[in-house]
């Protein structure tokens, strides 16, 4: 059974399975099946981001405007050429990173920075 996560715990679970994949992506296997090894491992989805994207009433796999990454960042992709989670894994996995810390950031600035857990 997959656990359903709020906000905070997708960043942390996010970010604690793409350190795992930066550290033992090598290319001998696809980022794809590292995820679902990951995801099987830990009973979390392939993607957190795109399953509280989808939870929360976005249907739209393509703008994806509820995913946890675009709440940081507008802009942010996982399909980017600059961090392809598939072709580039390390560069998304630094991606990630610099979004928490502008999420942290945020959230310092902001009442409820207290139920921000660093990742």
């Known amino acids: ?4 996560l709020d906000l905070n715990q997708v960043w942390i679970e996010c970010l604690a399975m793409w350190k795992w994949i930066y550290e033992v992506y090598d290319g001998s296997v696809s980022v794809v099946d590292l995820k679902m090894r990951y995801s099987r491992k830990h009973k979390v989805p392939m993607c957190s981001f795109c399953s509280y994207n989808r ?6 796999e393509i703008l994806c405007t509820k995913c946890p ?3 940081v960042d507008p802009t942010f992709n996982c399909h ?8 580039k894994p390390k560069e ?15 959230a310092s600035s ?3 920075a207290s139920n921000i857990q660093k990742a």
């Open 1 to 4: 059974m997959i656990k359903e």
């Open 110 to 112: 902001k009442s409820n």
């Open 80 to 87: 980017n050429d600059e961090y392809n989670y598939y072709d």
């Open 55 to 60: 939870t929360y009433g976005d249907t739209d």
């Open 92 to 106: 998304f996995y630094k991606k990630l990173l610099s979004m928490n810390k502008k999420r942290i950031k945020n």
């Open 69 to 71: 990454g675009n709440l």
